[in-house]
């Protein structure tokens, strides 16, 4: 299958500070891409749906101005989380679609960020 | 809205079968997904399903009825590594939307 990486693994930050997350399809173009968290012991939820050339588009009740998303081209996504708190500690999980209603999405390896 | 419901937790004996189920009632249907993943990973890709019936893939199985909004994963010959959290996921337009996950357990 194709390969998603997902940069940093892991993340340790200081409360009201920033973090990017990088999400990289290495061997196909991915029109879209989607941004997923999940806390300890539940499913994934997804935050926001991220296409190429245009804004993402947020799900209800994901403040668009706290998560940042920028999806500057085919190959590559990136995640802000701006002015971190430690309720914003979770796992991040990116996925990478070819594109068309019935293409596999492919999951980056996600990031744990631990806000202090 | 979109509503994908699974069983929270089930647990079950080395080599025997298990059967977990998925409903869902999402606003459009472009094919139903599962998952496994293991605590503190990406979740990986089991199957696909789009038309009604079952899709077998070795020890994996899954069975999906669009008129129900029903779909099953069924592992035979559990083994100990088959632990981990199953996730029913379902694509109503482009995005794909997560059940509640199922975490599963084997016992020796």
């Known amino acids: 299958g194709a390969v998603v990486s997902q940069h940093p693994s892991r993340v340790i930050c200081k409360s009201g500070t920033s973090v990017k997350i990088e999400c990289r399809s290495l061997?196909?173009?991915?029109?879209?891409m989607f941004w997923y968290r999940q806390f300890p012991k539940q499913s994934l939820m997804l935050m926001a749906t991220?296409?190429?050339?245009?804004?993402?588009?947020?799900e209800q009740g994901v403040e668009k101005d706290k998560f940042l998303i920028n999806h500057a081209s085919l190959t590559l996504s990136t995640l802000t989380v701006t002015s971190a708190h430690p309720e914003d500690s979770s796992f991040y999980i990116c996925?990478?679609?070819?594109?068309?209603?019935?293409?596999?999405?492919?999951f980056g390896q996600g990031t744990r960020l631990t806000v202090v | 809205g979109q509503n994908i419901d699974q069983p929270t937790e089930m647990t079950a004996t080395e080599g025997a079968i298990v059967q977990i189920n998925c409903t869902y009632q999402?606003?459009?249907?472009?094919?139903l997904f599962w998952y496994q993943q293991h605590a503190g990973e990406a979740p990986t890709f089991l199957s696909y399903?789009?038309?009604?019936g079952l899709e077998e893939k070795g020890r994996f199985s899954s069975f999906l009825s669009r008129s129900k909004g029903y779909s099953y994963l069924l592992l035979k010959e559990l083994q100990m590594k088959d632990s981990a959290s199953y996730l029913c996921?379902?694509?109503?337009?482009?995005?794909?939307?997560f059940g509640t996950g199922t975490r599963l357990q084997v016992f020796p």
């Open positions: 996925s990478a679609s070819g594109g068309g209603s019935n293409t596999e999405a492919f």
């Open positions: 061997d196909f173009q991915a029109t879209t």
């Open positions: 991220s296409n190429e050339g245009s804004k993402a588009t947020y």
């Open positions: 999402t606003s459009g249907f472009n094919g």
């Open positions: 399903n789009v038309l009604d």
């Open positions: 996921a379902v694509r109503p337009d482009t995005k794909l939307i």
